[in-house]
């Protein structure tokens, strides 16, 4: 199989950022709230992709680590300068995971110099986690 170069970060790496969120959490909030707590968070693709899962927690948390790993490898946290739906995962032909940005957000990344955010994700039964990077 060919890769192709662009799925490697290019550039100089202008900001990192993790996050770790237990599963239980996202499962109690979606429990607690219903569609409410999922429709504030997450978007449409990110609910269709992860609502097909068996189980779809883990899922759904890593992709709720995402957007904080991202909002703190631009070191603003969500609120002001970047909203939960700001930043939404989509999955690439290898399911690999594909950072969607909307227009807030890009001119986030443009201030910062940067063109690209790339994440990592990853799930165990109780944990998911996300890794982010920033690059020019
Ligand atoms: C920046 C943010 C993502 C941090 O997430 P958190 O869950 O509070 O904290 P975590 O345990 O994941 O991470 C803590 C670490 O993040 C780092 N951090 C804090 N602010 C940061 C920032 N602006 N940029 C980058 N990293 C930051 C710090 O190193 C901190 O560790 P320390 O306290 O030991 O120094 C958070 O402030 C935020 O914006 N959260 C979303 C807002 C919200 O509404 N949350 C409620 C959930 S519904």
């Given at each position: ?12 790496t202008l ?72 930043i939404s ?45 920033v690059t020019?």
């Amino acid at each position: 199989m060919s890769i192709p170069f662009n799925l490697l970060p290019a550039g100089k790496t202008l900001g990192i950022g993790c996050d770790l969120v237990e599963i239980s959490r996202i499962s109690d909030a979606h429990n607690r709230h219903g569609q409410h707590f999922i429709d504030k968070i997450f978007s449409g693709e990110e609910q269709k992709y992860c609502m097909k899962q068996n189980n779809p927690y883990p899922s759904l948390a890593a992709r709720f680590a995402a957007k904080e790993a991202i909002s703190k490898a631009f070191t603003v946290g969500i609120g002001e300068h970047l909203g939960w739906k700001s930043i939404s995962i989509t999955n690439g032909e290898r399911n690999q995971p594909i950072v969607q940005l909307d227009a807030n957000a890009q001119s986030l990344l443009k201030k910062l110099g940067g063109q690209n955010v790339h994440i990592s994700l990853s799930h165990t039964d109780t944990t998911a986690m996300a890794f982010a990077v920033v690059t020019q």
